[in-house]
């Protein structure tokens, strides 16, 4: 637009109605949203290989809804960054880096259907598809001193119909007959917490409250060489004795906090801290627990890091 018609274009403004003016400034902060997710995307976003033949001849072939668009010499297909990423069929772009602050600051789905204007179904589908990725993504194979603790969420149905409730707890009562240990119930879902001194941090939902459990996760949470902290569970130390780790057992029911460097001071300040911020959603369903720690992970190192909103986004498309 040249200046002189933008100028009297701008003049008009004065004609409009507060509520216009209203929707003037909503549509003008949608496409900077808009801008702002296409910019990151296009920064962080670009394609190597092709998501369906994986060739990596590619050529750009304009843009499509704001958006670049690739070509794959291979196969033919044509595609963007979104392609193949949970975002790729979510609308509403404009919103997305909204929806990454509201990660960031942790809002309920009540008050983040507020914040965003949406539903609050949409609000809740919004918060899963954009967790899909920090779900997995954690600190595996840890190496150095680390500090390995156990946590445990009551078992949850919320959000799921009244029947499935009725059928999974009586399988979960015939379960409990066999698998107890340290006054463990089927009532109580088992997860293992590791934290190395480097403030890494992996969490792993046990497939059982026993030494296979243990046995089942602990190859993937730390390296052969990583010293083990815990507090002295007998779990623990007999897997880490079999995976033939180092392990160093405090008596915490005996008092004992720290002995020279071994302690869990750490992996303990986590646990309060994510169990601090999970209350604000007063019970989550179990099936979902992973994606709250993944969210929560990836709080914890934005905060090591410094880094803001636009990585929840970058994380929610795995660039
Ligand atoms: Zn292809």
């Not at 394609?47 to 070509?71: E, M, N």
């Not at 789905?109 to 609050?120: D, E, F, N, S, T």
């Not at 409730?165 to 006054?183: N, S, V």
């Amino acid at each position: 637009m040249r200046t002189r018609e933008l100028n009297r274009w701008l003049g008009r403004l004065t004609h409009l109605t507060p509520h216009q003016r209203e929707q003037v400034k909503a549509h003008l902060q949608d496409m900077a949203g808009r801008d702002a997710v296409s910019e990151l995307l296009e920064e962080r976003a670009a394609p190597t290989h092709c998501p369906t033949c994986q060739g990596k001849h590619l050529v750009r072939h304009g843009q499509a809804d704001g958006l670049q668009r690739f070509k794959c010499r291979g196969c033919g297909i044509t595609f963007n960054g979104l392609t193949g990423t949970p975002l790729a069929r979510l609308r509403h772009r404009q919103k997305w880096l909204a929806q990454a602050k509201v990660l960031e600051d942790g809002l309920s789905v009540r008050m983040a259907a507020a914040r965003l204007g949406v539903h609050r179904t949409t609000a809740f589908r919004w918060r899963h598809r954009f967790l899909t990725v920090p779900r997995t993504v954690m600190d595996r194979h840890q190496a150095g001193v680390v500090e390995a603790d156990e946590m445990y969420f009551l078992r949850s149905f919320k959000g799921q119909p009244r029947r499935l409730h009725a059928a999974t707890a009586r399988l979960a009562r015939r379960r409990g007959g066999h698998a107890t240990k340290r006054g463990l119930s089927d009532e109580q879902v088992p997860v293992l917490v590791v934290r190395n001194r480097a403030g890494q941090t992996a969490d792993f939902g046990l497939p059982s409250a026993n030494k296979a459990g243990l046995l089942a996760v602990l190859p993937e949470a730390v390296t052969g060489d990583a010293v083990l902290c815990t507090d002295g569970s007998a779990m623990l130390a007999a897997a880490a004795r079999q995976l033939g780790l180092e392990h160093h057992g405090l008596n915490t029911l005996r008092g004992e906090r720290r002995r020279g460097a071994w302690h869990i001071q750490n992996v303990n300040a986590y646990h309060s801290r994510f169990k601090g911020w999970l209350q604000r959603f007063r019970g989550v369903a179990t099936s979902y627990l992973p994606n709250y720690l993944g969210w929560y992970r990836a709080l914890d190192r934005n905060a090591q890091t410094g880094a803001q909103t636009a990585s929840l986004l970058a994380l929610a498309i795995a660039v």
